[in-house]
């Protein structure tokens, strides 16, 4: 399974952008699709931003509810996240993690590349 995310880029505070994180197989076949993030500073660890399931099932950071929506077009073998009312502080290298089971319950697991989020005016 391979992962290509976009989207990123530079943006004020209190803006928008929309990730994309676009799979080579179906989304049917993933069980679960998370954003992380991994802010500038040295030493500071990957974070879990959100995430959905093959079901629908989301969660999300306590620092970003209500600002991030993740959702998937299966039609399109893609998750988004969506990032509004954008702080300082969500800046970061944004990347999208894959775990997929097979029919004996092994799991495999899968990054996509990272995209830069800037958040400053």
């Known amino acids: 399974v391979q992962l290509v995310v976009s989207g990123g880029g530079l943006v004020q505070p209190g803006g928008s952008l929309r990730l994309s994180c676009a799979a080579s197989t179906s989304l049917l076949s993933i069980n679960s699709i998370t954003w992380y993030r991994q802010a500038p500073a040295p030493g500071n660890q990957r974070e879990v931003v959100a995430y959905i399931s093959r079901d629908g099932i989301v969660s999300y950071a306590e620092s970003v509810k209500d600002r991030f929506t993740v959702s998937r077009d299966n039609a399109k073998n893609t998750v988004y996240l969506q990032m509004n009312n954008l702080l300082a502080e969500d800046t970061g290298v944004y990347s999208c993690?894959?775990?997929?089971?097979?029919?004996?319950?092994?799991?495999?697991?899968?990054w996509g590349q990272g995209t830069q989020v800037t958040v400053s005016s």
């Open positions: 993690y894959a775990i997929v089971y097979d029919r004996d319950g092994f799991s495999s697991t899968y």
